[in-house]
């Protein structure tokens, strides 16, 4: 059943005739989709028919053709998959802001729904949109299990405060999916046919970031993913996945990142493999806790991105470390290039430019001596976001935003023992890596890619 929980109303509007539109964004698939779900709902209440838009933007916070080619053959997958449904998908181009209001009057719209993200270029492509449309707007929380609205609502300390909201709310939201129907009212004009290669040809985005061939994407490949990850990783995934010498790790993110695969999905698999192991919970943990963590983050801290967002016993202590002598100083370039003193940093900066794709635990690490190496934690955010944001294929989510801001400002962790530069923010050392993993395995792996 469409759980009312995920949908709250963005502008309220008169009942009119006139096709349904979901204008479709983070959640980029046909299947498991509340949104879409919820547009097919309200159209066949109707009797109306129900159109998908996607308005392709030139430069998405400096995403790379590494990003854009992953994200338009998925889309090219979801394209065909509704038009099957009869369900028309229409590629905009262009400025959310002016394209979605002239295409829902162009298309005499009579409601639209959109779908949740807590980022700001989001919200502010959506304010712009209730100001132009007089029409109802509606937001749905398709990427989150419990709404991020429904988990809490307010800036959670960390995962210990947000874990027992979710846990409550989950038998009532992790449901299963109904399916989307084909859609029994045709729509009164044809999208024009889309040239997806053309499209990808055409973009102006940064070229110079290499497309990865070690991960398909779309819809198919990342179901794929999700059964290889259930029947041959989930069973030791507590024991292997921080051990950046192992490949314990899903390498679901760029599929959930895209929309491409539905975390709802994911868990409801998870719990269909049965058992109910350690593996399942450290998994679930992660999907489902850490991850709504992140988007709770991002949603009720404007200052995600920034030194502002820190919490306040961060920001003092950082401010105390400031002048401290730092012992190696690099630039963004020299980083960018992997070129510090630390072979296990620089095998970490290079698997992400090679691979798109961090190993999980490396990415606190390599990010805590961005804070160690560079003149102040702003410039460490900066430059932290710029690469994890230029090369990794998850990146410009909250999950990294979220992620960064605990490596170097102590967010949803705690104080821990004084030291240089770092103040009471947890350190990690190579040392510590050491004792833990076979790091030269890693180092070895990275350079052979
Ligand atoms: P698995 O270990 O298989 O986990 C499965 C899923 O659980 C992930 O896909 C993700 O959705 C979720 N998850 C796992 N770890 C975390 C976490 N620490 N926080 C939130 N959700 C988590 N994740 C991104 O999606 N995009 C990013 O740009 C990103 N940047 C990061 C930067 C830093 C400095 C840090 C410390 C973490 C970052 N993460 C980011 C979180 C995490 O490292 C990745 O989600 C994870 O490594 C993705 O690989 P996987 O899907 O194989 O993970
Ligand atoms: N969302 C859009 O609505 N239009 C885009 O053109 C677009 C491009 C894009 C490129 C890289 C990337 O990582 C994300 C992109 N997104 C785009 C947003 C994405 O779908 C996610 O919603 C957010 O990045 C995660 O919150």
């Given at each position: ?10 502008q309220e509007g008169d009942a009119r005739d006139g096709p349904i539109l979901y204008w479709m964004s983070r959640d980029q698939r046909v299947r498991d989709n509340w949104a879409l779900l919820h547009a097919q709902r309200l159209a ?22 590494r990003q854009y080619g992953f994200m338009l053959r998925g889309l090219s997958e979801v394209a065909a998959a509704l038009t099957e449904r009869q369900i028309p998908f229409h590629l905009l181009r262009g400025d959310p802001k002016t ?210 967002g820190f919490p306040d016993w961060a920001r003092k202590t950082l401010d105390a470390h400031r002048a401290d002598p730092r012992e190696y100083l690099y630039s963004k370039a020299l980083l960018e290039q992997g070129r510090t003193h ?108």
């Amino acid at each position: 059943m469409l759980h009312a929980g995920r949908i709250r109303c963005l502008q309220e509007g008169d009942a009119r005739d006139g096709p349904i539109l979901y204008w479709m964004s983070r959640d980029q698939r046909v299947r498991d989709n509340w949104a879409l779900l919820h547009a097919q709902r309200l159209a066949v209440s109707r009797k109306e028919p129900l159109l998908v838009c996607f308005c392709l933007v030139p430069s998405f916070l400096e995403a790379t053709i590494r990003q854009y080619g992953f994200m338009l053959r998925g889309l090219s997958e979801v394209a065909a998959a509704l038009t099957e449904r009869q369900i028309p998908f229409h590629l905009l181009r262009g400025d959310p802001k002016t394209e979605i209001p002239k295409f829902v009057s162009r298309q005499k719209v009579a409601a639209l729904i959109t779908d949740f993200d807590p980022l700001r270029i989001k919200r502010a492509w959506k304010e712009a949109v209730v100001d132009a449309v007089k029409l109802p707007i509606y937001e749905v929380d398709a990427h989150n299990i419990v709404p991020c609205w429904v988990a809490s609502p307010k800036q959670e300390y960390g995962a210990y405060t947000l874990r027992p909201k979710i846990h409550r709310a989950l038998p009532e939201y992790l449901e299963p999916f109904p399916r989307l129907r084909k859609h029994p009212v045709t729509a009164k004009t044809k999208p024009e046919r889309i040239d997806w290669e053309k499209v990808h040809r055409s973009l102006k985005v940064d070229r110079s970031v290499g497309e990865v061939d070690w991960i398909r994407p779309g819809e198919k490949a990342a179901r794929a993913a999700l059964r290889r990850f259930l029947s041959k990783k989930l069973a030791r995934y507590d024991q292997d996945r921080n051990d950046p010498s192992r490949d314990g790790q899903s390498h679901l993110s760029p599929y959930l990142h895209f929309g491409q695969l539905s975390a709802q999905r994911v868990a409801l698999e998870v719990e269909a493999v049965g058992g109910d192991t350690r593996a399942q919970e450290a998994f679930l943990e992660e999907l489902v806790v850490r991850r709504e963590l992140s988007d709770n983050f991002c949603f009720y801290n404007r200052a995600y991105d920034r030194v502002a967002g820190f919490p306040d016993w961060a920001r003092k202590t950082l401010d105390a470390h400031r002048a401290d002598p730092r012992e190696y100083l690099y630039s963004k370039a020299l980083l960018e290039q992997g070129r510090t003193h630390d072979p296990i940093w620089n095998a970490a900066q290079m698997e992400m430019v090679r691979r798109g794709k961090m190993h999980g635990y490396m990415r606190m690490y390599w990010a805590k001596k961005i804070l160690e190496w560079t003149k102040t934690p702003a410039q460490a955010m900066k430059i932290a976001i710029y690469l994890n944001d230029k090369y990794e294929l998850d990146g410009r989510d909250p999950n990294g935003y979220t992620g960064i801001a605990w490596s170097v400002g102590g967010v949803h962790d705690r104080a821990w023992g004084g030291r240089p530069v770092f103040g009471k923010i947890r350190y990690m050392s190579a040392r510590g890596c050491r004792s833990k993993f076979d790091m030269d395995a890693y180092v070895e792996r990275v350079a052979s890619l």
